[in-house]
């Protein structure tokens, strides 16, 4: 809950803002372990995104979340396993992908599991969820050095259809850098619509009540986010502070004044002149900036860079979603959106960041069997 206290100009940054309150941040991830799901019930939605740098993560990722607690996991991850140069010898993402079977357990089952170069998603269903998951498939789209021939930056993504509703879920890495405001709003626009330009029209399965749930492509905006039910977009979308280093600092030590960060946040900003992520929301965002921490002997600490770059703290890593018009967006809840901090997870020098949604679903939706194809096409087939 944001408290309106104080409007000013801060002359450093140059936009009009207030102060908040209520910035916290997660030592661990606690839910009520879930009973049995049959359709009617509300899914249990887990969407995680982690820049990893290079790293293969803690031989136990169980801190970054708590198995049984969540009916779907989304676990997206940046420069994973290895650098974004020695990924493009090798983008196997084998070690974490164990590593995160393991710590879910036996009661889960991978939908799909996607990499492009460093950037890596992996989907997860409880078994009782999963005779109700159909038309899984993957895709990516490069962007980055070359115009994505090295696929250093750019998007993976898996689609499915879940007890009737089209979902989609994406994670990114963006442009670098704090001045590149213009690539990072490229890369977004280059990923969707390269990816609404692969789109064919959805199957139109029945949901269980004799209507038929598909919907069209997005033939009229060419934006695949415009095609699904439902989208989750994670990721190192890369958005910085406006801002410099020694104010942003100061800025920090007071609660009271985070909104001025807020206010200047490069994503928050374009997207309220419209120039990414249209029709998407964000959860109020009360963590503190997920990068760039500094590292000794290999393991973050709880100061911001203290290298001669001194780069400015930013919110990074996000998660946003998106529901399309024919939604009822009241059947989606948003109850966490936060960063996750714990030793073991401090071998990147960036935070996690976890959002858990509630889905309700429809009690007439029917089981249907899985199809998983290979296929580079990310809208239903």
């Known amino acids: 809950i944001f408290v309106r206290s104080l409007s000013f100009v801060f002359p450093f940054f140059g936009f009009v803002t207030i102060k908040s309150k209520g910035f916290s941040k997660l030592t661990s991830v606690t839910s009520p372990i879930l009973d049995p799901w049959h359709p009617g019930l509300p899914l249990q939605l887990c969407v995680i995104t982690w820049n990893m740098e290079g790293s293969s993560g803690p031989e136990d990722p169980s801190a970054l979340f708590a198995s049984d607690t969540h009916h779907i996991y989304a676990i997206g991850a940046e420069e994973c396993e290895r650098s974004i140069a020695a990924s493009c010898l090798n983008k196997s993402k084998d070690r974490w992908t164990e590593k995160l079977a393991q710590a879910l357990g036996t009661q889960y089952s991978i939908l799909a ?21 159909s038309q899984v498939q993957v895709d990516h789209v490069a962007t980055g050095f070359l115009n994505g021939t090295l696929g250093n930056k750019g998007a993976v993504c898996v689609s499915c259809r879940v007890a009737g509703l089209s979902c989609l879920f994406l994670n990114a890495h963006l442009a ?30 029945t949901n269980g009540s004799g209507a038929a749930s598909g919907i069209s492509p997005p033939l009229a905006t060419g934006d695949v986010t415009d095609a699904y039910d439902l989208v989750f977009w994670s990721g190192d979308l890369n958005y910085r502070i406006n801002g410099i280093r020694t104010m942003v600092d ?69 998660i946003l979603y998106k529901t399309h018009p024919t939604f009822a967006v009241e059947n989606l809840v948003l109850h966490t959106y936060t960063s996750v901090d714990h030793p073991s997870l401090r071998v990147s020098d960036h935070r996690p960041v976890l959002a858990h ?16 194809d290979g296929s580079r096409t990310c809208i239903l087939s």
Request: glycine content about 4%; cysteine-free; overall charge positive.
């Open 357 to 372: 949604f509630s889905l309700q679903t429809n009690p007439m939706a029917l089981p249907l069997p899985p199809v998983v």
């Open 250 to 318: 100061v800025l920090l030590k007071d609660e009271g004044y985070r909104e001025v960060l807020l206010a200047n946040d490069q994503l928050l900003l374009e997207r309220k002149r419209g120039n990414a992520f249209l029709g998407f929301s964000e959860g109020p965002i009360i963590f503190n900036p997920t990068y760039k921490y500094h590292k000794e002997q290999g393991m973050a600490m709880d100061n911001y860079d203290l290298s001669v770059k001194a780069r400015v703290p930013a919110w990074t890593d996000r």
């Open 176 to 205: 670098a850098h704090q001045d590149r405001v213009a690539e990072r709003n490229s890369d977004y626009k280059k990923i969707v619509t390269d990816l609404g330009q692969r789109s064919r029209r959805p199957s139109h399965e």
């Open 113 to 133: 599991s996607h990499a492009l170069v460093a950037i890596h998603l992996i989907v997860f269903a409880r078994l009782d969820v999963v005779p109700y998951v």
